[in-house]
Structure formats: structure tokens, C-alpha cells
């Protein structure tokens, strides 16, 4: 410059603390927020790179109250077999003693009232609901109950052979049920005495054994022994299922805990404002902002004027 | 050789067309039915004058009638000269010289008048008679009327014609008449407007004439202002009409219950057709040709089948009816999240939106630094343009007393040279 003019000084003065003044408001607005990042265009790279952990953190708490939701109906599925174990262990000691020779007809009449309550009990088990209201051995048929006797006596499955699955983690489905055709359904069963394949369905088997203690007939009970093994089998290497998958879901579930942990440092890192920078930087800006005024006003002052008379 | 066209039924809102060779002349209504017409024979006439082939010699309007009269186009003359007289019970021969530079036209019609009724006629476009000899050559072909005979040589516009005895007298002619007439290719169309008033209880119609001879008419129904009715219904004869409507919804059509219907699908025995069945009624529906590419189709829904239908399968597509818990579809759903084909192999929702984000924000930095550059440049701009032309204040107090004393400097002197002057005036 050639010549301070007036006008061009306070041109000058103003614009500088015009942009010392803009700087300090955006430290302050940091440090308000926390956040380094507060727009897009403060770091582009960083702020996608924030979207996209979002995104997966979003998606993990989503996988994480899938695997809740698994957890409960898994556990129901638990704790109804359990008990089905513990009625179908009852009824094979009744139709063991029935069995014995030593019974008479009184005796296993009165094992058929029994059996016959303990089926219905196993029957209404089957239609356990869950903690949602659906019917935890149904599979995708909901409405209604899985198991019903008509009335024939017959039980019949008005479920479907499949099972929903969900989402526990990313591309991983894991089904959440077991069709009752599985546990309950129709087994291959050892042999008759001619040698000719059987089959059965759980229910079907239990009645078989109530008809053939009504008819006293003691043969039928031993065979109706090998069934009940082979039933109970079945519906060990059900409960096994269920187990594994509710340790899967443990599993799962400690490792989404890790990954978010993981996820949080980094978004931290990312965005997170290093406050002892800021309130240095905040420091600085403010002092000098101060200097600046101060000195304006010193300066600005200075005129020929005054040392004229 | 003239036509007379009769307009005389132009009103209001009408127009007359005339269409002369396949040109069309028209004139809309205009003022009154003179004026009209005679517009229009004024755009005939100068449409038509020299025009080849068809010259008008005259267009005429008088009253509702416009007349066109046909010039022939130099129509060829003849002249007879009686060779043999024919006396009682003997022939009499006339030679028909033709002459004319340009034969007969195409348009034109040449009809030689032997006797009371006895005629021959040749017509310009039966063939090219561009020159007297071929004229006369034409009349010679035609068959001559009874007790006649027509010859003529070769290259010849002479025609001898022999009047042959008849009976007890000859027929005899003195001279034989040549008369060319033209053919106007004319039609004419008029174009009336009838226009409705509305009573307070009916709608009566006024129509212009009707009868009109020549012209093909078009009426059009002219509805001015504006009418109330939603309905017009138009009757002939006398009587009364009535008619009556009703508006009712049309039921909504629910989509789900559409696609609830339940359908059969039932191949041929050779597998290369299908029928579609509706389950519940029995009804076939439709026969299709399959294409493992088209698939199964109806309805809205879709059907592929994995493999090659074998013959006379059968397959059964119902509504999900029982499957309440079935959550395959919610699964799909769900899955769309990470779908990366979603938008064109750029990435699944969540990426293409960050990655808009980050666009945008890439293009705020851009546009941020530029800003900064453009007001460094502002404000440069500035602290030269104040560097230049503002006004420093110790420079002006500098100023302001250099010029305060040279101003009193100069005043010292003024003050001077009045005490000189002072001394020099007070000598006595």
C-alpha cells in the first residue's frame, strides 16, 4: 500500500476481526457440541466414514433385539421340553409296570386313565404360546392350535413342516422354532414281528398304548416300550437343537457387544472433539481477538488533530 | 356445355364449396347470399380462366344460382360438301371435312348431327383425337347409325358418309352438323348450420331449406350460448320423448380380493401349453402358450417354474391363506438394507446416501475455499482502491496547516504592500 487512508483502515481492521470472530464462534460451537465434525463439509471423509458406523451400529442393536426376541422363544422351547421329557419318562414307567404280568385288568385300567391325562397334558404342552401369542411349535401356521383332537380322539398337527427364521447377525439367519411335526411327528419304529417297517406319530403311539391297556394286552405294551425309547430320542436330539442354538445366541450375542464397543471407539475417534486442544485454540483465538480490538482502538485514535493547537 | 349449381339454401354460418378438376373454390356465408355467391365466382373465374383443361368461358350468379358455362377448347369445325345429291331410291354421299388446329380435348364431346334424331357422337376421352384427320378417323370407327355408312381414308380429315336407300326414300342430308360440347367437372357442396333456441320446456330447432338440388349438403348443429341440459335428445316428427338416467358408484374393486382368487394351472400333454383354471368354480379362464423365459402370469402375480413343466402337470397357486406366521417375505424385506443391485451396483441404501452426503460436503469445502479467494480478491481490491483515493486524515492535517500558513504568509504581504501604499498615498 501506497497510503493508509482512513477508510482503507477501517476496511482492514474489520474484515480481520470479522474472520478471527468467525473462527471463534465455530471453536466455540464445537466445544458446545463435543464434536469435531459438525457439518459434512468440516471433514467429508470423516463424516461418511461416521454415516456408515451409524449405519452399522443401527443395524447391530437391531440384530441384538433379534437375538432377544430368539433368546425368549428359545427358552420356552427349553422349558416345554423339559417337561414333555419329564411326562413321557412317567408314562414309560407306568407302561413298564403295566407290562409286567402281575397287572390285571383293574390295574391297567386304571394306568389308561392316567396315560389318557397325561396325554392331554402333553397336548395342551404342545400348544405352548409364547411370550407374543404365537404358538411355539406351529411353525408358519398361526391362529390356531397346533395339536388338536378331533373328535375321533385323534390328535392331529395343523401346523406347518417350516419355521421363521430372523436375523442375527449380517447375511445369518438362524430359525427360531421347531415344527411340531418335528418333535411330535411321525418316527420310523422298529420293526413289527414279521419284520415289517412301522411308523408313528407321538399322539397316535400314546393312544395305541390307552387302547392297549383298556384291551389287556401285554404284548403290546412291551412293544409300545421300543417306540417310547424311539420317541424319546427324538425328542432329546430336539431339546440338543435348541440348546445349541441358544448358546449360539450367546455367543452371537457377546460377539455384537464386542463389535459395538468397537464401533464406538471408532466413531469417537472420528468425531470427537480433544477438548485440551480446543480450549487452547480457543484461548489463542480469543487473545488475539482482544489484541486486536485494543490495538484498533489505540490506533485509530492517533490524529494530527490533536497536536494542533 | 354450362351447369347451374343451386346455393340457394346458404344462410347464416354456412358456406358453398365448388371443386373444379379436383380444385376446390369455397366461400363461407358472408353479409348475404349475393354477396357470397358472387365472391365465389369471382375466385372461380379467377382460378379457372386459362386454366388448362378446363377454361370457363363464363361464371354467372343470379339469385341462389351459379352458373358455369364451359368454353371448348378450339374445338374443331366441319364443314360438309354434298358429293351426290340423292334422289328417290338412290344413295346420297356427303364428304365432312374436319378442321380445327387442336382436335378434340379430352373434355370435350363431338357429336355430328346427321339427320332429325340421327346422331354420332364421339367423346374427347375415349382416345387422343389431337388432330382433325384422327377426329375424323374416330367418327369412322363408330357405328353408323342405321342407313348410313361412315368411311374414311387413311391420314384423312375427310369423312365420307353414304346415306343408303331406305325403303322408298333415301334419308338423305344436306349437311351433316358438327357440335362440340364440354363437360364442366363440377361438384358443389353447401354447408348449412342449423341453430337451436332453447324454450323454457323444449328445444325447437330452425332449419334453413332443405331442398337443395345439385349440392351434396353437410349440416352441423350450431349450439350457441350455453345450454343447462346434460342430455339433448333429438327427434323427428311430432310427439314427445323421454328419457331417463341414473348414476350409480361402481362398487370398489378390492385388489386383495382379486388376487385371493385361486387358480389351477394345468399343462397339456405335451407341455408346451397351459390352461388357467379358476379352482373355485371350475372355470377355465384362459389357454397360453408356455415360454420358460414368460413364465405363468395372471392376476398381477408371477410364476417360474425351475425346471421344464412335464406333460400334464398340474400345480395350484392359492392366496397364503393358513401361512400367517410366514415371515419369508419380511425377510426379503429386511435384506433390501444390504442389496447392493438396488441402485445399479452403486451400493445398498445406507452407501449411496453417504456417499451423496459426502458429495455434498466435498463440493461445500470447494465452494467454501473459493468463497475465501473471492473475498481476498474483494478486499484487496479495496485496500488499493482506499490506498488510492481515501483520505488520510494526518495527511489532510498536514495539508491544512501548510495551506493555513501560506494563507497567512499570503496575508503578511497583503498586509505589507497596504502599509507601503499607506506611506507612499500620505505623501504630501
Known sequence: ?309 | DSEVFDFSGLAQGGSAKLTLNGTDYSQPFHTNLATTLNALAHKISNGTVNVVPQKLSAVSVSGGLLTLTGLTTSPPTATTVLTTAGASGAASVTTVTFAGTTGLSPIDTATLTLASGVTITVAGSEGTYDTAAKLAAAFAAKTAPSGYGMTNASNSANLVITATANGTATPGFANATLAVTTDINATAQLTTRVELTETASSVTGKSSTTSINRPDPRHFLGLSGGINEDLLVFVTGSGGAKISAQWDQSPLIDQREVWRQDITVKFNSDGSQFELIDTQTDTSLAHVNYSAEKGISYNGWSAELSSIPAANDIFYIKGNHDLTGDNRNMLKMAALQNDSTIFGGRGDFGEVYTSTVGKLGTILVQTDIAREAQQTLVDQATEARDSVSGVSLDEEAANLLRFQQAYQASAQVVKIANTLFDSILSIR
Open chain 1, 1 to 309: 500500500m501506497i497510503r493508509i487512508t482512513q477508510a482503507g483502515l477501517f476496511n482492514n481492521v474489520t474484515q480481520r476481526m470479522n474472520q478471527m470472530q468467525v473462527a471463534l464462534a465455530k471453536t466455540q460451537e464445537q466445544i458446545s457440541t463435543g464434536k469435531r465434525v459438525l457439518k459434512p463439509s468440516d471433514d467429508p471423509t470423516t463424516a461418511t466414514a461416521v454415516m456408515n458406523l451409524n449405519t452399522k451400529m443401527a443395524q447391530n442393536e437391531r440384530y441384538g433385539s433379534n437375538l432377544d426376541r430368539a433368546n425368549s422363544l428359545l427358552s420356552a422351547q427349553d422349558s416345554t421340553l423339559t417337561s414333555v421329557t419329564g411326562a413321557l419318562d412317567r408314562i414309560k414307567a407306568l407302561v413298564l409296570r403295566a407290562a409286567n404280568d402281575t397287572y390285571n385288568d383293574q390295574d391297567r385300567l386304571a394306568v389308561a386313565v392316567e396315560i389318557e391325562s397325561v396325554t392331554e397334558y402333553l397336548r395342551q404342552t404342545a400348544n405352548t404360546q409364547s411370550s407374543d401369542g404365537s404358538y411355539i411349535f406351529s411353525g408358519f401356521t398361526q391362529g390356531q392350535e397346533p395339536f388338536q383332537q378331533g373328535s375321533d380322539g385323534v390328535v392331529r398337527y395343523f401346523g406347518s413342516t417350516d419355521v421363521q427364521k430372523i436375523e442375527i447377525a449380517e447375511q445369518s439367519m438362524m430359525a427360531i422354532g421347531l415344527p411340531g411335526s418335528d418333535v411330535f411327528g411321525s418316527q420310523v419304529l422298529p420293526p413289527d414281528s414279521n419284520g415289517n417297517a412301522r411308523s408313528g406319530d407321538f399322539f397316535s403311539e400314546l393312544a395305541n398304548i390307552v387302547t392297549a391297556l383298556k384291551n389287556n394286552d401285554a404284548d403290546s405294551l412291551r412293544t409300545a416300550l421300543g417306540d417310547l425309547k424311539v420317541f424319546h430320542d427324538n425328542i432329546t436330539i430336539q431339546h440338543a437343537k435348541v440348546g445349541a442354538r441358544m448358546n449360539r445366541i450367546d455367543m452371537q450375542k457377546e460377539w455384537n457387544e464386542n463389535l459395538d464397543g468397537d464401533y464406538k471407539i471408532m466413531k469417537s475417534q472420528l468425531e470427537d472433539l480433544d477438548y485440551v486442544e480446543a480450549v487452547t485454540r480457543l484461548k489463542n483465538q480469543s487473545v488475539a481477538l482482544q489484541a486486536g480490538q485494543q490495538s484498533f482502538a489505540k490506533i485509530s485514535q492517533l490524529s494530527l488533530f490533536d497536536y494542533i493547537r
